[in-house]
């Protein structure tokens, strides 16, 4: 039988309450209430309150942002923290690292003139600018499908709230989801979108992109000692702990009030089954270059999140019958700058810009927003990802040294015109089978330096109703035990940063757990499993990290 939905109607509505979402939002209002027109604009957020999800580095090039609000130090923008000092270093083993001179680094790694966030507390802002703006807002809002009629996307269903774990109604407890229709759906959920990859394969839209390509970002928040705190410098490394052709790279930022971000950068197209992205973050900690700084401090922060980083050549057609792709769910992050949070806010600008100009213009197809794939080949947007098209692939092809000594030149002597292409056409998919490899042993969690994943999670302020459907679904439940065991030790132990999945044994033999009330919707799983038999879900809107200060 099916469910009954409320309907309600708007001229735009916006998936996503990330960086992008939030300044197409600010960017339409802007321009709708200039002219005195009544545009109105819907934006739904899975997360319990904007910002819950939103996990970065995070390093802020304010270029977007002072587009879209020029006065921002005045309007009280939570960007405090300007970089001072900008280093970088090759760790060569757990003991030694060597400084990389800053005049050999490729010009898209200068941070001078950015600034250290939190991208959550940015976005909170974001969203107090797009309400005074008329935006109407909506957290705990899971876009459950797309409504697509006609081969025409109309909008959103919500998803249900008050089911059980087998998908039945609880008595008293059952809320259906609504139907969210709009004239223009922009899809705004960041890396790996639920949706996004529907209408991606639903309207073929990276049928002439190069396979797109993703990272495990892994974030810790320190407070530390005072005397060692140093606001606004960063560090930057690549090496150790990443091993055997694993490519990646870290990070240390001085933050305000005492605090330091750290964290780790896993490609997700490393081969060792054995690999943890989480424990490689835990041993990172111990080199004395990091250890020395968080000495006498303490761990108040713990998260992850996959990083779409393919960059130009991975980006998929951007639109399609009654919508667009914006932000992390397009792909837009400029991996040479390891930055992705103006790309987005700018491509989300040049959305609403499309959409504004499209509502006014009585002569064109309303359904089809033409003129953003345009505007974003005419901005500077384009230009950047362009200039730094064969960053990823370099590295990826030829290793940290010499991809890193090719991008030096590309970047610095050519200013990212080389008139070369790179392809990175091989896909992620690169596990090998544990026969080929040796098991990793890493240290047991000491609780001060080191932690494990169970008290990181408790750090994310993670919470799920537990008995809901499972929202991480097996589209072959056997799969685990007979194939991804055997063959690779079942990696999903390993690579998933919450330790939501586990081989239990008991006496009724082997079985493989879903604990999914500890996932941190990471959606690595979605990415990484060899099989490619794990598809991430939204559960009940609200459910999930509830991230401060990230």
């Not at 609000?69 to 760790?91: C, S």
């Not at 769910?329 to 810009?353: C, Q, R, W, Y």
């Not at 026969?435 to 990793?440: C, T, V």
Request: aromatic share 8%.
């Amino acid at each position: 039988m099916s469910v009954k939905r409320e309907m309600m109607e708007y001229d735009v509505l916006i998936v996503g309450g990330g960086p992008a979402g939030l300044s197409a939002a600010c960017r339409l209002k802007q321009l709708a209430n200039e002219s005195g027109q009544d545009i109105n604009v819907c934006l739904i957020e899975k997360g319990a309150e904007i910002g819950a999800h939103i996990i970065s580095g995070a390093i802020l090039e304010p270029r977007a942002l002072n587009e879209l609000f020029p006065d921002w130090q005045a309007m009280g923008a939570p960007v405090n923290v300007k970089v001072t000092a900008d280093e970088f270093y090759l760790f060569r083993n757990d003991t030694s690292t060597i400084k990389w001179p800053h005049w050999l680094l490729p010009a898209s790694l200068n941070n001078a003139g950015h600034y250290i966030v939190s991208l959550g507390n940015l976005c909170r802002w974001l969203a107090e600018q797009a309400e005074s703006l008329g935006v109407e807002i909506y957290p705990g809002f899971v876009a459950l499908d797309v409504i697509i009629e006609q081969g025409v996307v109309k909008g959103v269903i919500t998803g249900d709230q008050g089911r059980d774990r087998n998908g039945n109604e609880k008595p008293g407890l059952f809320m259906p989801g609504m139907e969210l229709r709009a004239k223009q759906t922009l899809f705004a959920e960041g890396s790996r979108g639920h949706l996004g990859k529907q209408v991606i394969t639903q309207f073929e839209l990276d049928a002439k992109s190069e396979p797109q390509h993703f990272a495990i970002g892994l974030k810790e928040l320190w407070e530390i000692n005072p005397d060692l705190h140093k606001p606004g410098c960063v560090i930057h490394g690549a090496g150790w702990p990443l091993e055997n052709k694993s490519a990646g790279g870290s990070f240390l930022y001085h933050f305000e009030n005492n605090l330091v971000s750290l964290g780790l950068i896993v490609d997700l197209n490393y081969r060792n089954p054995y690999l943890s992205p989480f424990e490689e973050l835990q041993r990172f900690k111990t080199h004395p270059l990091i250890y020395n700084i968080l000495e006498d401090g303490r761990r108040v922060g713990y998260g992850a999140r996959a990083i779409t980083k393919g960059g130009y050549h991975s980006l998929p057609k951007l639109i399609f019958p009654g919508g667009a792709l914006i932000g992390c769910d397009a792909g837009t992050l400029n991996f040479a700058k390891i930055k992705g949070v103006h790309t987005a806010m700018k491509s989300g600008m040049l959305a609403a810009e499309s959409i504004y100009e499209q509502m006014n213009d009585h002569d064109s197809d309303t359904a089809i927003l033409n003129t953003y794939p345009d505007k974003l080949k005419s901005s500077w947007l384009h230009d950047e990802l362009y200039k730094s098209r064969n960053f990823g692939a370099a590295i990826h092809r030829f290793g940290t040294v010499i991809g890193g000594a090719y991008n030096f030149i590309d970047q610095n002597l050519f200013a990212g015109k080389l008139p070369v292409s790179i392809g990175d056409t091989q896909a992620d998919e690169q596990l090998q089978t544990a026969d080929k490899f040796q098991a990793l042993k890493y240290t047991k969690a000491d609780g001060i330096l080191s932690f494990d994943r169970t008290s990181s999670v408790y750090l994310t302020n993670t919470a799920h109703e537990e008995d809901q459907p499972v929202h991480l679904k097996l589209a072959d439940a056997d799969i685990p035990l007979t194939k991804n065991l055997p063959e690779y030790d079942e990696p999903a132990q390993r690579y998933c940063p919450a330790a939501v999945y586990e081989i239990v044994e008991d006496a009724n033999g082997k079985r493989f757990h879903i604990n999914a009330q500890n996932c941190i919707h990471c959606k690595v799983c979605d990415i990484k499993d060899p099989a490619q038999n794990i598809t991430w879900t939204p559960p009940e809107g609200g459910s999930g990290p509830n991230y401060s200060n990230m």
